[in-house]
T-cell receptor, first 106, second 115 residues
Framework: ELKVEQNPLFLSMQEGKNYTIYCNYS?????LYWYRQDPGKSLESLFV?????AVKQEGRLMASLDTKARLSTLHITAAVHDLSATYFC??????FGAGTRLTVKP | DTGVSQDPRHKITKRGQNVTFRCDPI?????LYWYRQTLGQGPEFLTY????????KSRLLSDRFSAERPKGSFSTLEIQRTEQGDSAMYLC?????????????FGPGTRLTVL
């Protein structure tokens, strides 16, 4: 059975700092997605990664995919409070990790 | 609003009652997904449709759960004889499935509370 593991599950960071969230998965996949969820809200698509070595960037977030290592990363650069949310990765369209709850403190 | 809509947004019911939720996807999308999400967890896949065909059901989907998408447009998810463990947020998502690309767009969810 496909397993999707994210770490850390909780992340508290200072504004202006950098950090990386990791998403490991247990079987081959040619598509990986990152979503954001704000408290009490639904999920918003952030990135779609379709091939080995794919890198996508939007603002202070950058996502990458290494299909050989079965690993995706979501890198946060110079965090700001507005990035506080829960971030999910999803593999094979429908299998989600448990999420990383990010809190950015001033 | 041309996004995914769900109705109702909140449902409170007593144990043993039946409930039905509706999802209206983005109009040109051919795939529709149902997920369940409990507090602090990621969405758990329940089932999905391509047009009107139900292509996959999760083992989580017990005999009490049934979903339909009769004309390949809106979908309904019914839970019979609800249990307290069914309390969760039920999310619907739709996508325009292409062979190498399948970005999902999520609705606001239906929060179910079973008393």
């Amino acid at each position: 059975e496909l397993k999707v593991e994210q770490n850390p599950l909780f992340l508290s960071m200072q504004e202006g700092k950098n950090y990386t969230i990791y998403c490991n998965y247990s079987t081959t996949s040619d598509r990986l997605y990152w979503y954001r969820q704000d408290p009490g809200k639904s999920l918003e698509s952030l990135f779609v990664l379709l091939s080995n070595g794919a890198v996508k960037q939007e603002g202070r977030l950058m996502a990458s995919l290494d299909t050989k290592a079965r690993l995706s990363t979501l890198h946060i650069t110079a965090a700001v409070h507005d990035l506080s949310a829960t971030y999910f990765c999803a593999v094979n369209d429908m299998r989600f990790g448990a999420g990383t709850r990010l809190t950015v403190k001033p | 609003d041309t996004g995914v809509s769900q109705d109702p947004r909140h449902k409170i019911t007593k144990r043993g009652q039946n409930v039905t939720f509706r999802c209206d996807p983005i109009s040109e999308h051919n795939r529709l997904y149902w997920y369940r999400q409990t507090l602090g967890q990621g969405p758990e896949f329940l089932t999905y449709f391509q047009n009107e065909a139900q292509l996959e059901k999760s083992r989580l989907l017990s005999d009490r759960f049934s979903a339909e998408r009769p004309k390949g447009s809106f979908s309904t998810l019914e839970i019979q004889r609800t249990e307290q463990g069914d309390s969760a947020m039920y999310l619907c998502a739709s996508s325009l499935f292409l062979r190498v690309y399948n970005e999902q767009f999520f609705g606001p969810g239906t929060r179910l509370t079973v008393l």
